[in-house]
């Protein structure tokens, strides 16, 4: 694998560049490896019972290489997604398990007999593979469950539960917490001129931006459509209201493409409210949904402070 000009990952041989992974497509590799080295033990297992000559791929000295999790390994680790301790361990694993299986597959369907501790240690080492497959595999699947699969943002499902807590969190130490709705503006011109998919690529460009731009612990939510729902731990309004303006000061620079050398700029209206001990986490999404709509009626591209005279209704 080597980078091209632009810092693309690419295959020896100029092969196509490597596209960053989406955690859905972790999730299915997991899950093939597992069923993958099933089959790889039971053809292994073959061949050492009925004393046949073991398949090339499995006394290979790049065995770990030749199966179809070690190719992809090979092709991803350096995606931000697989660069972690979990699955290097993970890939520590299953080059032992090779190297340890290409050498005892030699002598099984050689030798009369194998003796009974070398193929346990096999046997470990395959379980720790597996183990180890199906721990990451669990923990994706948790994570992707909790993720919109278009932006990449939490979704609903986890929303109020974690909101309540927040709010439990925020009366106890005394801090303050807002929550806030972002809306992008005249979304549905944008989908009836350019088509759904340019919609989609406006929605994933614009979580991203939202993303990157957030603190570790704040919390961003698809609340519906082109709708975002923000949870900001220990912001005021005011200190909301600045870091909001500059996330929509960075939505109204994003140039998106369409092909063809043009590109799509969107802008983005904002609610806030705060979150308060005193006052039901719905309440508190309601008053940010009405700040929002304040700020759509005003001319939208703008955030609006939940106040009093906003009201709810």
Known sequence: MVPDEHGHKTLRGGRKPVQPLAQEDIVRQLDAAILEHLDWML????????????????V???????????????????????????????????????????????????????PVEEYDVLIEKVTRFTDLARKLLKAFQKVTS????????????????????????????????????GDLDHFKQ????????????????VAAAFLEALRP???????????????????????ARQALDRLRRRVEELHIPTGGGRAIHVTCSFGIASLSGDIPVKTTMQRADKALYAAKEAGRNRVTIWTPEIGLG
């Open 60 to 114: 290979s000295d790049h065995a770990h290489f030749l199966c179809g999790f070690g190719n992809w390994y090979d092709l991803h680790q350096q995606d931000p997604l697989v660069a972690q301790p979990a699955f290097e361990a993970l890939a520590l694993a299953h080059r032992d398990l090779h190297q340890n299986a290409a050498w005892l597959a030699e002598r099984a369907w050689k030798d009369a007999k194998i």
């Open 43 to 58: 053809r292994w297992n073959r061949s050492a019972v009925c004393k046949v000559k073991p398949p090339s791929d499995i």
């Open 217 to 239: 612990y704040d919390r961003l939510y698809r609340f519906g459509g082109e709708e975002f729902l923000f949870c900001l731990p220990d912001a005021t309004p005011e200190a």
């Open 190 to 205: 944008i989908n009836d001129t350019h088509g759904h998919q340019a919609g989609d690529m406006v929605l994933r460009l």
């Open 146 to 181: 909790d993720l919109d699969p278009l932006t990449g943002t939490q979704t609903r499902q986890t929303m109020t539960r974690e909101l309540m807590r927040e709010r439990e969190r925020s009366l106890r130490s005394g801090k303050p917490c807002i929550l806030a709705m």
